[in-house]
């Protein structure tokens, strides 16, 4: 049986829960945002795959190549869904490779998991 990429999105939810009163609060809330990234375009990249015979060609950034497809279709939910993973890739830039995570992050990580959900609830309807 193949993973459930959802899943991510669900450890994304404990992770933001459990970071409410923890001494690692950053650290909780910078891997739910990076799984609600992953769990978003894993299931991005699999429904190309699975709709449109996508794979990835060689020497190409998958995450790029990926946000492109969606982003310049002619369809209106697909575009929606580009925009929203390449916003979402952002902000998983951010937690994953910088040192400073400035602002809201418990508001910042609840914006990101809604998004990764908006992506997969978006991708049931296309």
Known sequence: MSFDWSEYLTLAQELTSRSINSPIQEAHLRAAISRAYYAA???????LSDKDGYSTPSGTNV???????FETSSNTTRRKVGALLRSLRGIRNIVDYQEDFHGNKLGRTQGALAQAKQIISLLRTI
């Open 41 to 47: 375009f894993c299931k991005a990249r699999n429904y």
């Open 63 to 69: 995450h790029w190549d990926v946000v492109d497809k």
